[in-house]
């Protein structure tokens, strides 16, 4: 049995984080993998040791001082080295970093990976697991895309089979050049790890117990997701929710690893499983999540007979295209359709657009909302099941929301209302008090149980 275990930023923020990480470990003989973030907040209104990289860059750009930053950044080292009485020589090496970052030695890329680097060198001591540099296994192209069968290659011959501590983050490519991932990219240093061994579980250890089914600041108290497919993370995340780096999920997804999200704080919580092999029982939730995105914009275009003229939809588009700006939604009727698409990417060209597609289209009326708000209710056990899209509307007419606009996936895994910006709160709220109790998503055996006593009072 392989488990990745991957400890996000906050969960390796100080040597008590680092405690409760060697807990973690030892009380799981297959958790021997471990990779690890740059230390993280230790709590509001702190630094990320990246976040400060990054600014010691800027600084040199700009021919700023930044002997306190540097100086910041060793203490967090130094303390943690210090109260685990670890014996990695961190000054002297911190000390030879700094050296070489004022003579210019460093690149941006290098500069910033020394985040991870030290953070795993000071973890792999503490654990007792041999220290695995990213540069040796995690293989990039000289264009700064990751090379995946290189790296797979690499972790074969070069990875201790017995377990290691790897940074994330970053790789190098073939001379020995420092690349890194995107931010937040540890998550896919995790995911390609899991993939190039085989993984059986890939733990994503973070300062959450896994999804909750909806935004706290909006919902009081929603309750966490148990399990959850890659196809409705996509959508939560898509919508707004966010925990997991988007891209981490492919390379596992496609080997079939599932994903736990863990809670380094509280780790006796479930957290939330990622996998495609869904229940089937009644005590699967009716649905999973409600997420949404505020300011999008719907540009409606009505043409009498418009459903026997052939080509509108694609000229529309194709002014859309035109402007670079991506489409989200096309609600349609028989003589008009709607073509809804973020606020940000039609700032400068919203009306630019509308102009073109008069000329172009010819309709009988474009009229432009903005300001819409978009919520999606997702949940792999809606397909087929009657009543769930009945409830949604219900819970918003019946808190005097005006629905503008409703679509739903072809994979029928989310039901996307559109509502006004200001509508966005409450209408989150009402759906997701049909859905609920008060403490839990209700569960399947509960809309069959309504649904009998539906039919039994016809
Ligand atoms: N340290 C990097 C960042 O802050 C990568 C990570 O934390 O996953 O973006």
Known sequence: MIKIAKFGGSSVADADHFRRIKGIVESDPARRFVVVSACGRRGKGD???????????????????????????AGRYFDIADDLGLAYPIREEFAAFADAVRAGDLSTEAL???????????????????????????????????????????VRERAPKGGFVLPGFYGATREGQIKLLDRGGGDISGAILATCLSADLYENWTDVSGFLSADPRVVDNP??????????????????????????IFPVRDAEIPIVIKNTNRPDDPGTIISDTAGTSDSEPIITGITGKRDFVAVHVVKNHMCDEVGILRKTLSVFERYRVSVEHIPSGIDSFAVVVQGKDVKDSLWSIAADIKTEVEPDEIKVAEGLALISTV?????????????????LGQEGISIRMIAQGSDEINIIVGVRDEDFDRAIRAIYSAFSDGDHILELSELKREEDALRRLR
């Open 223 to 248: 309750e966490s997701i148990a399990r959850i497919t890659y196809s409705e993370m996509r959508e939560l995340s898509y919508m707004g929710a966010s925990v997991l780096h988007e891209e981490a």
């Open 47 to 73: 630094s990320k040791v990246t976040d400060l990289l990054y600014l010691v860059n800027a600084h040199i750009n700009y021919r700023v001082s930044y002997d306190d930053l540097l100086d910041d950044i």
């Open 379 to 395: 949940g792999r056990n809606m397909v087929d099941r009657p009543g769930v899209s009945g409830s949604l509307f219900a819970a």
């Open 112 to 154: 910033v990976s020394r985040g991870e680097y030290f953070t795993a060198r000071l973890m792999a001591e503490y654990l007792g697991l041999p220290f695995l540099d990213a540069a040796d296994v995690v293989a990039f192209h000289h264009d700064g895309t990751l090379a995946l069968d290189r790296t797979r290659e690499l």
